[in-house]
């Protein structure tokens, strides 16, 4: 069987290349994606010539089995602003509404929805309520678990809540898979041979390795370590404090006395 998929939210096609990895046949029925630089993306990765659309004013009329997508996150996430996405505040991550809606009109077999974590946090939970109430009333049955990618065979500290969504007339019940050990590292998915853009220049080095030592002097919590690649990276994020202390790696490569 050959699903017909319609990707929302699509970006660069996280969702489908899921689908060719598992082997599973499908048609794109269509690709919904507002930014340019990502349908760029998309068509040059999956050989398509998809065009710019704003979901808000997509109202077509398919055959689909599956809508996946991934709303957007940035009113969610600790990372952002915290606007939260209540239905008609006009915010980005407002828009998962708009899969609800369409939803209810096309009727799929299957949907499933991925974000962060921070969606079933005490300020946001009762959008991710919502839309499972909204998902059960339109005929669904709901099952959704965080799950972290260092338990599914990538070497990152990534918790994303997914929600799998099944019609009710159909007699299938869903199991989330049983985490796996994992093999791989860090330095296992590096690049050989980075361009040197990737470096940190003596300049910055040499200001950050200041700063470390003052900040440790002062007692403060901020610290300067970078990894040599064999652990498990952690997800970038924009709190103060966490980047230069999280997310870099020491290189083989010889630079001087860059890292």
């Known amino acids: 069987m050959t699903l017909k998929v319609l990707e929302l939210f699509g970006g660069i096609g996280a969702c489908s290349r899921a689908l060719d990895h598992l ?50 996150c940035q009113d969610f996430s600790v990372a952002g602003l915290g606007k939260g996405g209540n239905e008609g505040s006009g915010t980005r991550s407002s828009l998962m509404y708009e899969t609800l809606r369409i939803v209810q009109s096309l009727k799929p077999s299957y949907v499933i929805w991925e974000n962060v974590k921070n969606l079933i946090s005490e300020k946001h939970r ?51 898979p049983k985490p ?48 040599d690649g064999g652990g498990i990276a952690l997800t970038i994020c924009d709190k103060e404090g966490t980047r230069m202390q999280n997310n870099f790696i020491k290189s083989t490569k010889t630079r001087g006395n860059n890292e």
């Open 23 to 72: 082997g599973i046949p499908y048609e794109l029925a269509d690709y919904v994606e507002i930014d340019k630089y990502a349908v760029a993306s998309f068509n040059a990765i999956h050989g398509t010539d998809f065009k710019p659309q704003d979901i808000r004013e997509w109202d077509k009329k398919m055959d689909v089995d599956l809508i996946m997508h991934g709303s957007p």
């Open 126 to 176: 009762i959008n991710f309520d919502k839309y499972l109430d909204r998902m059960e009333s339109i005929g669904y049955r709901n099952y959704w678990k965080v799950l972290n990618a260092k338990d599914y065979g990538i070497p990152q500290n990534r918790e994303r809540v997914f929600t799998i969504s099944i019609r009710k007339d159909i007699q299938q019940q869903f199991t989330f």
């Open 180 to 227: 796996m050990i994992l093999e791989l590292r860090l330095k296992d998915l590096l690049e050989e041979n980075a361009d040197e853009s990737l470096f940190l220049s003596e300049k910055l080095l040499s200001y950050f390795i200041r700063n470390d030592a003052e900040q440790r002097r002062k007692g403060n919590g901020y610290k300067f370590e970078p990894t």
